[in-house]
């Protein structure tokens, strides 16, 4: 799998809302990172080490958060403070699954 591929099936769990199959692939990434099977090439290795020290869940939501959010979702101007809330409201309702 590469780290396109890795990114497009976490987009597609957060799309397809949450099934238990994503949930059980998200249960499975998590899993592969803890143990040094797959790395996320978005992530320093610091950023890895911090997740993997934060556990399984820590993990999920890093890679909850990490996931691209479409342009389309936000309607800010690129760089501005409002616009890095629209990210961080989208963030949080993937994290908690509102």
């Known amino acids: 799998m590469t780290n396109h591929d890795f990114w497009m099936s976490i987009s597609d769990i ?5 099934t238990s199959e994503g949930l059980a692939k998200l249960d499975d990434y998590a899993e592969q990172f803890s143990t ?3 790395l996320y ?3 320093s290795p610091s ?3 911090g ?4 556990g399984r869940i820590h993990v ?12 389309d979702q936000l309607s800010a101007p690129k760089g501005s ?5 629209q990210l961080g409201n989208i963030q949080k309702k993937r994290i908690s699954h509102d």
Do not use: D, M, W
């Open 36 to 38: 040094g099977k797959i």
């Open 81 to 85: 403070f409002k616009r890095e809330q």
């Open 41 to 43: 090439k978005r992530f």
């Open 60 to 71: 999920i939501a890093s890679l909850l958060a990490g996931a691209e959010v479409g342009t």
């Open 47 to 49: 950023e890895q080490y």
């Open 14 to 18: 957060i799309n397809e809302g949450f």
């Open 51 to 54: 997740c993997c020290e934060g």
